[in-house]
C-alpha cells in the first residue's frame, strides 16, 4: 500500500507540542538531488505542508524531488514532509537522530533539516567537536561555547539555522553521544555568553598556533571579546605541521574564482596579520601572477590542504605553519590545557571571550 495513501486514512497528530520549554534548532544535514531514505523502527507521526498524520507501522520512507515539490510514489505529495517517531529516534543516512526530520523541497534538491531541543542538540555536538575523554572543564567550556553559537546562529526567517558540519559547527546526532560530554551540557544547562545583553558570537577552532586571531583580521569584523593576543602553549597534534602544496589542486582553486594563472610554480606570503596569519598571497604560473588578501586568501589556503593560515613558505610549494582552523575565539586544544591546570569552565571562558558575561538564557534579549 502508498505510504501516503495509508498515511492519508491514518487519525491525525501533531508534531510537536507547542508547549515544549527549549528552544527548537533546525540543523541542515544535507542537502541533495538525490533520493534521501528516512527509516522509523514502530509508530511514527507527521505533516504534509503543515497537514498531520500519524502511522502504526514501521516504514522507510524513500523521497526525491521534482522542482518545488517532494515525491513519493512517483506522486507530488507537497514542499514539506515532517516525520517524527512516537517514541525513539529515526533513522537517516546511517545515523540515528532525536526530533524530527523535515525535508523541505527547493529548487530541485531537497533539504535535509533535523528539528529538536537545544539540549538534545548539543549532545550530538559537543562530543563531536571535542574529544569526551578531555577534562570535564573543558568540556563544559565547549557546551557554553556550542549553546551560544547556536543561539547567535537562529533565524525565523530561513529555512534551517545551522548546519551540520564545520561550516558551522560539526553535529553527528546520536550516534557522537557520550556520557561524560552529557554531563558536561547538563551541568551548563542554559548557560550562555553574552556581550551587552545580547548573545556572543562565540566563535571556537581546535588549535590556534600559539596566537589567537581578531575577528577583524579573519572576516573583517571587529568585535570587542574577540581580538588578537597570546595563547596558552598547547601540547596538539596540530601545533606545528608541514605540508606540501600540489600545484594542480592550487591551480584548479584559483581557476574556480576566475583568477586561474595556469601552471602553478611558486606560492609566496606577501604580509602576514598581528596574530601572524596570512594577510596577502602571491600564486605565480606559466600563466600569470594573482595576488590573493584577506577572507580570500584564507579561505583558498585552506582549500590546498593547509590547517590554518599561520603559515610561511620554505619552498616554492612547501609550507611550514602551525595550529588548526580559522584561530579565532576558544582554542579547544588551549582549553583543554587550562582545565588540566585546574581551571574552571568559566575562567576558560573569560580567557578567551573577554568581557563577555555568563548568563542563564532565559534572561538573554534576542538579536
Not at 534551517?160 to 552529557?182: F, K, L, M, N, W
Not at 580570500?296 to 616554492?316: E, N, P
Request: net charge neutral; proline share 4%; aromatic share 8%.
Amino acid at each position: 500500500m502508498s505510504v501516503v495513501r495509508l498515511a492519508a486514512a491514518l487519525a491525525l497528530a501533531l508534531l510537536a507540542s507547542a508547549a515544549c520549554a527549549q528552544p527548537l534548532v533546525r540543523v541542515l544535514l544535507v542537502e541533495t538531488s538525490d533520493v534521501v531514505h528516512v527509516a522509523f523502527d514502530g509508530p511514527h507521526r507527521g505533516a504534509i505542508d503543515g497537514r498531520p498524520f500519524a502511522t502504526p507501522f514501521a516504514l522507510t520512507w524513500p523521497v526525491e524531488v521534482r522542482g518545488d515539490h517532494l515525491v513519493l510514489d512517483g506522486r507530488e505529495i507537497g514542499r514539506q514532509l515532517d516525520l517524527a517517531p512516537e517514541a525513539g529516534m529515526l533513522r537517516f543516512d546511517g545515523r540515528r537522530y532525536r526530533g524530527t526530520l523535515r525535508l523541505l523541497a527547493s529548487a530541485g534538491r531537497v533539504l535535509a533539516i533535523n528539528v529538536l531541543d537545544l539540549e538534545s542538540y548539543l549532545r550530538g555536538v559537543v562530543p563531536s567537536e571535542m574529544q569526551a575523554s578531555w577534562p570535564l572543564e573543558a568540556l563544559k567550556a565547549q557546551a557554553v561555547a556550542a549553546r551560544t553559537y547556536t543561539l547567535v546562529n537562529v533565524d525565523h526567517d530561513a529555512a534551517y539555522d545551522i548546519c551540520a558540519t564545520t561550516d558551522c559547527q560539526v553535529y553527528r546526532g546520536a550516534e557522537a553521544e557520550h556520557p561524560r560530554s552529557d554531563v558536561a551540557i547538563a551541568d551548563t544547562t542554559g548557560l550562555v555568553l553574552t556581550f551587552g545583553g545580547l548573545f556572543a558570537r562565540t566563535y571556537y577552532h581546535s588549535d590556534s598556533g600559539g596566537v589567537i586571531a581578531s575577528s577583524s583580521e579573519v572576516w573583517g569584523m571587529s568585535l570587542p571579546y574577540l581580538q588578537a593576543f597570546q595563547d596558552v602553549a598547547a601540547n596538539g597534534p596540530h601545533r606545528r605541521w608541514e605540508h606540501r602544496l600540489d600545484p594542480a589542486v592550487v591551480g584548479a582553486s584559483l581557476a574556480a574564482i576566475g583568477q586561474g594563472v595556469g601552471a602553478v610554480r611558486r606560492v609566496r606570503v606577501l604580509a602576514w596579520s598581528d596574530s601572524g596569519r596570512v594577510a596577502r598571497v602571491e600564486v605565480v604560473g606559466d600563466g600569470g601572477t594573482t595576488v590573493l588578501a584577506g577572507n580570500v586568501a584564507r579561505t583558498q589556503a585552506r582549500g590546498w590542504g593547509l590547517k590554518s593560515t599561520r603559515f610561511q613558505m620554505v619552498g616554492d610549494l612547501v609550507a611550514r605553519g602551525e595550529g588548526w582552523g580559522h584561530g579565532v575565539g576558544m582554542s579547544q586544544y588551549g582549553a583543554r590545557e587550562l582545565a588540566a591546570a585546574g581551571h574552571g569552565f568559566a575562567q576558560i571562558l573569560a580567557f578567551y571571550y573577554p568581557q563577555t558575561a555568563l548568563q542563564r538564557v532565559a534572561t538573554v534579549a534576542q538579536r
